[in-house]
């Protein structure tokens, strides 16, 4: 069993800068592939960036064409962690953003880290493991 636990969320000003954590614990949790996800107000879920783990995937990086050149992903897998470093923020930013953990050769597998993070529009199937989330406001 993996548990993730994301930090970080706050308000903050348009065009600003914020670094959300996911903290992975549990068995070979290197090995598992971690997204971060976002979800608005009565909007769908939507993948924003993924990053490989050490097994399937391992040294790959996607970031969705919404969020590309502001927001980073990376791991430190000395400490569990994955970090999202977001910069030039937007009110469209608005979100509780989750992180997601996948071994990705689970069945039916999952063949690219950007599958990983367009998961909800292939309705492959669900990822392995959730965290609860934390808010992240854009507002003046």
């Known amino acids: 069993q993996v548990q993730l636990v994301e930090s970080g969320g706050d308000l903050v000003q348009p065009g600003g800068s914020l670094r959300l954590s996911c903290v992975a614990s549990?068995?070979?949790?290197?090995?598992?592939?971690i997204g971060w996800f976002r979800q608005a107000p009565g909007k769908l879920r939507e993948g924003v960036s993924c990053i490989g783990g050490t097994g399937n995937g391992a040294g790959t990086t996607y970031h969705s064409d919404s969020v590309k050149g502001r927001f980073t992903v990376s791991r430190d897998n000395a400490k569990n962690t994955v970090y999202l470093q977001m910069k030039s923020l937007k009110p469209e930013d608005t979100a509780i953003y989750y992180c997601?953990?996948?071994?990705?050769?689970?069945?039916?597998?999952?063949?690219?880290?950007?599958?990983?993070?367009?998961?909800?529009?292939?309705?492959?199937?669900?990822?392995?493991?959730w965290g609860q989330g934390t808010p992240v406001t854009v507002s003046s």
């Open positions: 549990g068995r070979a949790v290197n090995l598992y592939a």
């Open positions: 997601a953990a996948d071994r990705l050769f689970v069945y039916p597998p999952i063949t690219s880290v950007q599958d990983m993070c367009n998961i909800d529009l292939s309705g492959h199937r669900d990822l392995e493991h």
